[in-house]
């Protein structure tokens, strides 16, 4: 009887392990999945093309192992919390510094791009021809892009659908005017190559203009900066200078409560710096 309800208690517990794990399992594969085409897809959007299988792995990896080997080098818990949270949050980071990046080259390259797909036009070409002209002089993102719209057309996208697609890439003020002009242009008539020339002395004064005031503020944004970093490089020096004077902050409800709070007026002071010292044109 004993051996009976043994080997039905070990059936059980076998059943439940083998569902919770397939359940993990799948939810896993879902999970990376969904990591994975998210990637690529970012990927694409900024012309890099690499394997997104390889690069999952090693950054589950990383996020896995930095944590692990910061507890076992004897940092605080709260140390481990903050690295395992930066790494979670390091691959959007990544990508929106990479996508601005890229969205701020194609903006200094726009005003010469437009000029010379004017000076095209006025020769006697059309706009796709003087786009194509154009695209195999520039060899940056803004070439990359318009090389993508020429060849969405040559598939059979109307131009109109592929203008679209190019603004939905770029995602700029300066490319949805181009956008705006090239598809009015086109609907109504008018001199698409006086409009395109206009536009890209706009926008050449726009970038300057834009240039001046963040000279003129970098000074502003760098104070900010390091107001709002200089009492958490003090604290870390003081956890490494004193380690028993600084452990109740992180071990005591009111050390946990000071934390918060200078996390909270650190948060507020940087927000406002940053709104007094941004210029919006």
Same mark, same amino acid.
């Given at each position: 009887?004993?051996?009976?309800?043994?080997?039905?208690?070990?059936?059980?517990?076998?059943?439940?392990?083998?569902?919770?794990?397939?359940?993990?399992?799948?939810?896993?594969?879902?999970?990376?999945?969904?990591?994975?085409?998210?990637?690529?897809?970012?990927?694409?959007?900024?012309?890099?093309?690499?394997?997104?299988?390889?690069?999952?792995?090693?950054? /589950?990896?990383?996020?896995? &192992?930095?944590? =692990?080997?910061?507890?076992?080098?004897?940092?605080?818990? #709260?140390?481990?919390? @903050? $690295?395992?949270?930066?790494?979670?949050?390091?691959?959007?980071?990544?990508?929106?510094?990479?996508?601005?990046?890229?969205?701020?080259?194609?903006?200094?390259?726009?005003?010469?791009?437009?000029?010379?797909?004017?000076?095209?036009?006025?020769?006697?070409?059309?706009?796709?021809?003087?786009?194509?002209?154009?695209?195999?002089?520039?060899?940056?993102?803004?070439?990359?892009?318009?090389?993508?719209?020429?060849?969405?057309?040559?598939?059979?996208?109307?131009?109109?659908?592929?203008?679209?697609?190019?603004?939905?890439? /770029?995602?700029?003020?300066? &490319?949805?005017? =181009?956008?705006?002009?090239?598809?009015?242009?086109?609907? #109504?008539?008018?001199? @698409? $190559?006086?409009?395109?020339?206009?536009?890209?002395?706009?926008?050449?004064?726009?970038?300057?203009?834009?240039?001046?005031?963040?000279?003129?503020?970098?000074?502003?944004?760098?104070?900010?900066?390091?107001?709002?970093?200089?009492?958490?490089?003090?604290?870390?020096?003081?956890?490494?200078?004193?380690?028993?004077?600084?452990?109740?902050?992180?071990?005591?409800?009111?050390?946990?409560?000071?934390?918060?709070?200078?996390?909270?007026?650190?948060?507020?002071?940087?927000?406002?710096?940053?709104?007094?010292?941004?210029?919006?044109?």
């Amino acid at each position: 009887m004993n051996l009976v309800v043994l080997l039905l208690l070990f059936v059980s517990i076998s059943l439940i392990g083998y569902s919770f794990l397939s359940g993990t399992t799948n939810a896993w594969n879902n999970y990376s999945e969904d990591m994975e085409r998210t990637a690529a897809k970012n990927l694409r959007t900024l012309f890099l093309f690499a394997n997104t299988r390889r690069l999952l792995v090693v950054y /589950v990896l990383v996020v896995v &192992m930095v944590p =692990v080997l910061l507890f076992l080098a004897g940092q605080t818990p #709260v140390a481990v919390l @903050l $690295a395992f949270a930066g790494l979670l949050l390091a691959p959007r980071y990544v990508f929106a510094r990479l996508a601005l990046r890229r969205r701020n080259q194609i903006n200094q390259s726009l005003p010469n791009g437009l000029a010379q797909i004017a000076g095209a036009m006025r020769a006697g070409s059309t706009f796709t021809s003087a786009v194509q002209s154009m695209v195999e002089e520039q060899n940056g993102p803004l070439g990359q892009e318009f090389s993508l719209l020429i060849r969405e057309q040559r598939l059979g996208a109307r131009m109109e659908e592929a203008l679209d697609n190019l603004g939905e890439r /770029v995602q700029t003020e300066e &490319m949805d005017l =181009v956008i705006a002009a090239a598809l009015i242009a086109q609907e #109504v008539g008018g001199n @698409l $190559a006086e409009i395109l020339q206009r536009l890209s002395e706009t926008i050449r004064s726009k970038l300057e203009m834009e240039g001046k005031i963040k000279s003129l503020t970098a000074q502003g944004v760098l104070q900010g900066r390091v107001v709002t970093l200089l009492p958490f490089m003090i604290l870390a020096v003081l956890m490494i200078i004193e380690p028993e004077a600084t452990r109740p902050m992180f071990t005591s409800l009111l050390g946990w409560c000071f934390l918060l709070v200078i996390v909270v007026f650190q948060f507020v002071g940087s927000t406002m710096i940053r709104k007094i010292v941004r210029i919006e044109i």
